[in-house]
Nanobody, 119 residues
Framework: QVQLVESGGGLVQPGGSLRLSCAAS????????MGWYRQAPGKQRELVAA???????NYADSVKGRFTVSRDKAKNTVYLQMNSLKPEDTAVYYC?????????????WGQGTQVTVFS
């Protein structure tokens, strides 16, 4: 059993910044990759950013240069630093992790955290 707990969402004006955190806990042998997806009302869930165990990163084109994903391996925690936020960044942000437990490989989701960018 693996749990992902997110924090850091909220309300911010355009141009502002927020930092999301996601901590993984439970029966973790190793983490393959962690990342963030988002889903706006009426839209499909989309990848925002991800980071692998080897620290390779991947970003959606819409956030490149504004968002930074990072990871604290010792804490099994992934962060998403969001700068220069735009109204179109408004969505529920979900943490995602691919993990080897002691018995299998699983994919796990967090409960989601709301980010609202408004003027």
């Amino acid at each position: 059993q693996v749990q992902l707990v997110e924090s850091g969402g909220g309300l911010v004006q355009p141009g502002g910044s927020l930092r999301l955190s996601c901590a993984a806990s439970g029966s973790i042998f190793s983490i393959i990759a962690m990342g963030w997806y988002r889903q706006a009302p009426g839209k499909q869930r989309e990848l925002v950013a991800a980071i692998t165990s080897g620290d390779s990163t991947n970003y959606a084109d819409s956030v490149k240069g504004r968002f930074t994903v990072s990871r604290d391996k010792a804490k099994n925690t992934v962060y998403l630093q969001m700068n220069s936020l735009k109204p179109e960044d408004t969505a529920v942000y979900y943490c995602h992790a691919e993990i080897f437990t002691y018995s299998s490989k699983i994919a796990s989701w967090g409960q989601g955290t709301q980010v609202t960018v408004f003027s």
